[in-house]
Structures are given as C-alpha cells and as structure tokens.
C-alpha cells in the first residue's frame, strides 16, 4: 500500500472555487466512509481548513487512485469533476510525506509560520480516528506531522516569519498603522464562538478595544466565550453574549467586525452594511450614494475595465448578488427611461463604459439578454475626457459573451481589481469588516461600499503573496527535508518486518518439528541432552538468518527498497497470508489507545 494526496488549496485554485469547495462536518465524515468504502483505500483522513480540502488515503493503485478520490473530491465538495480538476495538485509517497509535514510548519499556509494549522492537523486525526478509517500509516503519518511541526516551531524562529490569519488580518485592518494603537477603545463585534472566532476575540482583547460582543447561533457556547474574555486576567475588557437576531442592530454601534462561521449563506448582505453605516456622515461624501460609492472608485473595489478577450474569468462568486442587490448597476441614479433596467445613464470615463461589464456584473442571463436589445439601439453617451471613446457595437458584443458566460456559470463574474481609473477619493472607513469564513459569510460587494474596509480570505491572499520570507524558513524547510527521509525510512522498514518475522516464525516451526522427529528416533534422550540439542539447533538457525535479516532491514530503508520484501518472500517461500497476518496483529498492537472504543464508521 502507498500513501496518496489529492486536494487543492488557496496556492492552487482561486477563492471562488475554494468557497464553493468548502465541506461541512457531515460531508467531511461521508467522505472518510466512503473512501474506505473504496476499493483503491483502505484508510483516509480529511484534511479540511478555511483554505485548503486535502484527501489523504493508503491505496494499492496510484492511477485507480487519483481517479477515485478526486471524484469522491468532487461528489462531496458539490463542485462539478471538469470544473475542480484543474485546480487539484496529487502528491504520492515520499512528495506525500513532505506535503503534509510542509504543512504541519506552516511552510504552506496563506500566512506563513502560523501554528494554528496544527490544531486542524490534530482535530482531522482524531476524526478519522473516530471512524476508523486512519490505520496504522495515517496514525504514524499524522502524528509524526504534528511532532515535526512543533520541532520547527521550538527550533527555529519560524513564528518571526508569520503569523495567525487573525492577526494578519487586523494588521490589513489597520493599514499599516500599529495594531495595539488602531484597536484601542473600538467596540468589536465578534460573529461566531468556533475556534478561529475565539482566537479572534481574545486577539481583539489585547489590543485593547474597549468592548467584545460575540454573536453565535448557540446561546451556550457565545456566553461562555464572553465569560472567559470578561475574566481574562488583564486585559480588562467588556464582553458579552447575544443572539445572531441582533446582530443588525449591533452593525450600527460597532467599530470591527470579525466573523468566522460555518453558514453556507451570506450573514452580512451589502444592503445590511449599508444600512448600518447610513447614519456615520460617510453619505454626503462624494462618490457614495445611499451607501454606496460610485462605481469608478481608485483601491480596492474598482469597476473592472470593459469585457475583452483577455479578461480573466477565474473569479465567479457562487453565492453572487440576488435579485435587488446588484450595487454595480442599480442605485446610480435616476436612469434611463428607455432601459429596462434602469441603468443610469452616467458619463462614461477612459476605457469604461456603463454599459459595459461593470454595469452588469451580478445580472443573471434573462436580464442581460434585455439590457443587450437596449444596447443595440443606445444613444451614443458622452465621453469622459480626452481620448476616451464609446462604441455601442463594442459593448453588444461584450454583452453577448456576458451573457453566454452567464448561460454556463449561472452568474456574471464579479472582478473587484481592475486598472486604476479616477475618480472621486473614497471616504475614510468607520466601520471595518475582518470575514475569515469560507465560503464566505461577508458580501463581497461591501468593497464598494463608502466608509468600510473589508478584508476577506481572498484580500489576505493578496497581501500574503508579498509578506516577507524570513532566513528560518530555510532552516525549516531542511528540518522537513530530514524528518521525511528519516520518516520514508522507517516506513520502509516497517514493510519489511512483518517478512523477517515470517521467516523467523518458519525458521522456529522448522526446529520444533526436527526436535519431535529427534525425540521419536531417540526416546532414550534425557531432558538434559534433548535441551541441549534445542538450544543448539536454534542457535546455528539464529545465526544463519541473523546477518541476512539485518541487512534486508538496512537495504529496505533505503529508496528503492521495497522489493527487498517481495525477494525475501520468494526466496524461502513465505506464504503470502502469513505475512500479512503478522501485519494485521502488528497494527492492533500499534492501535493509538484513545482509537479505541470509538463508535462505528
């Protein structure tokens, strides 16, 4: 059997994919049973993060078992097998190895250093744990990845390197400023009580604002949260517990939101963020209009360019706007009477055209195909300066592609960084929104909303790719180099062992037989001669198979190794069902205590 990955991750697939990907508790345990379930695996782990869904599984076939788990990848995560396969990597054997303890140090997360990937390395072994599914090679594997990963956090400086998404984000939040400096007195509102919105609000705690509310579907759970924040030693900040109904109502009287849950719908829509800041003087600012800005805005949240051939189209929101929020094409101003759907018909800037992929990214195919027939005979608009032109002709046909992109996705894709273009400044933020979810639970069309910064998944992805790599990066990476050689090594070894036992079992099975056939020609033998003939046979046996058992151990450690065991087996012909019995009672010994006992797969 030979250890396979397959997966995708925030470095090979975009965020879109990754949140339409995203497997809930149920889904990641009907994955584990029906890998299993299989015929390729015979054990399986999930490896399931905001940014990265990782199938581990022992398989008898390489090929058979790519095509398995990616399709079980695909059947579970809901996201069509065409559509995921471009976007999966395959790891196999000793590239398996090095994948899973790369991640275990923080060497492939988004921010990199950060340990908190060694408490969801953990929770995934004690859930396979749970249903039996992790054997002996994903016992060993998962729990050497955890013993890796602290030996290159207690080693080197790799926490110097990175750090949790929690506090990268506020770092983002903050926009330079000092952390501690741009928190203190803010009230936070804290959406969630899991793990990662826990670690939020304590992270909030030391900075320093002035109050933490912690909004969670069970009562229990944000309660107990705040009631550890309020008696928390020195922090001395005030916390308190409330229902996920009056969370709108807090949004008004809130500095920082953080949310981290598992909804698999928006909890912020735009319209609601909108409302909670109409009343913080951010609407009379030039550019925003009932709350939203228009729609050629600098920085983040800008009107993508017109739909050209080159366009990238790897950004679809699965859960885009719904019927009434598209804030790209409505709410721009009184509108053209002669469109049907009342788009404004507003000066069109370089490069830019209302009517073309900012005014209709969100609309579904039905409301394009009638905002293309008013296009057809549009009045040409005015310019937008010197240079800039508008060609109806142009924008037809962008809109026809639009609309067969719609036809295939289902929604236009939303693209929140195009080139610059000018416009109005954006007014300084009041509220600040941290969505740390996936799938998300923050609207994405909130970027274009005036007065508020959100940072999301994909905004750190961004800002990730640029941090700086710290020198113990490399000290780590040789930490992993040889922890999965000494790791491949052992693995090898233990292949072969359950062999030599075998042969030893035959080896003794040979000297008890001659002893009894000894005995029935000899009964005149006494104890005395009969233990000493014993114990001479056995050891001329232990010493004829000693050197060539250690030697086979030594050359099965060693890459290439493997078929020392298959040598061994045809030499003194070992039966088959032998060895593997010795296997199977070797892995029952080695059964972690806390597997046992657990309820059925």
Request: glycine share 10%; with cysteine.
């Amino acid at each position: 059997m030979s250890l396979l990955v397959v997966g995708l991750s925030h470095r090979s697939a975009p965020v879109s994919v990754l949140e339409r990907a995203t497997l809930a508790m149920d889904a990641q345990v009907k994955l584990l049973q029906d890998t299993v379930a299989a015929e390729p695996a015979s054990e399986a782990a999930v490896l399931a993060t905001c940014n990265r869904i990782e199938l581990y599984a022992d398989v008898d076939k390489f090929h058979a078992g790519v095509a398995e788990l990616s399709t079980l990848l695909a059947q579970h995560s809901g996201v069509g097998l065409d559509e995921l396969t471009p976007y999966l990597y395959v790891h196999y054997e000793d590239r398996a190895v090095h994948h899973l303890f790369s991640v275990a140090c923080g060497l492939d997360s988004m921010v990199v250093g950060e340990g908190q990937i060694l408490g969801q390395i953990k929770d995934s072994l004690a859930k396979a744990q749970d249903l039996h599914t992790a054997g002996r090679l994903l016992n060993d594997l998962f729990q050497q990845a955890l013993r890796v990963g602290k030996r290159a956090h207690s080693e080197t400086g790799i926490d110097r390197a990175g750090q949790s998404l929690v506090t990268f984000g506020l770092e983002q939040l903050a926009a330079g400023a000092d952390v501690q400096a741009w928190a203190r007195g803010k009230k936070a509102l804290v959406i969630g009580a899991g793990s990662m919105s826990s670690l939020a609000a304590a992270t909030l705690a030391r900075a320093g604002v002035g109050e933490v509310v912690i909004a969670n579907r069970t009562a229990d759970r944000a309660e107990r949260l705040a009631e550890i924040l309020s008696d928390g030693g020195d922090t001395g900040v005030a916390a308190r517990a409330m229902a996920m109904e009056s969370v709108p109502g807090e949004l008004t009287r809130a500095d920082v939101v953080v949310s981290c849950t598992g909804a698999t719908g928006l909890v912020l829509s735009a319209e609601a963020v909108a409302a909670a800041i109409s009343g913080r003087g951010v609407l009379d600012v030039p550019g925003a209009v009932a709350g939203r800005e228009d729609v050629a805005q600098p920085g983040v949240g800008e009107v993508p360019p017109r739909f050209g051939s080159g366009a990238a189209l790897g950004g679809t929101n699965a859960r885009g706007l719904g019927e009434g929020d598209d804030v790209t094409a409505r709410g721009l101003g009184d509108g053209d009477e002669s469109c049907p759907l009342d788009l404004a018909p507003i000066q069109a800037a370089a490069d830019f055209s209302v009517l073309g992929e900012g005014a209709v990214a969100g609309m579904a195919a039905a409301e394009l195909e009638q905002h293309a027939a008013w296009v057809d005979n549009a009045p040409r608009p005015q310019t937008g300066g010197a240079g800039a032109s508008f060609d109806p002709a142009q924008d037809a046909d962008a809109i026809v592609a639009l609309a067969a992109l719609a036809a295939t996705v289902g929604r236009i894709p939303e693209r929140r960084k195009p080139e610059p273009v000018v416009g109005p400044p954006r007014p300084a933020p009041v509220l600040f929104l941290l969505d740390l979810a996936m799938p998300r639970d923050i609207d994405a069309a909130v970027h274009r909303l005036g007065g508020v910064r959100l940072v999301d998944i994909e905004s750190l992805a961004e800002a990730s790719a640029d941090a700086p790599m710290a020198a113990d990066v490399d000290q780590v990476r040789r930490i992993v180099a040889d922890e999965v050689a000494a790791f491949g090594a052992a693995l090898r070894a233990a292949h072969i062992t359950p062999t030599v036992v075998a042969l030893r079992t035959m080896a003794a099975d040979v000297v008890a037989n001659e002893i009894a056939r000894l005995e029935g020609r000899l009964p005149e033998l006494d104890d005395k001669h009969r233990a000493e003939i014993t114990q001479t046979v056995k050891r001329v046996v232990d010493k004829l198979l000693h050197a060539p058992t250690v030697r086979v151990k030594q050359l099965a450690a060693e890459p290439g190794g493997a078929g020392y065991a298959d040598a061994l087996r045809t030499l003194f012909d070992l039966d088959q069902e032998t060895v593997a019995a010795v296997s199977r009672a070797e892995g029952a010994e080695d059964e972690p205590e806390n597997s046992k006992d657990r309820g059925p797969a």
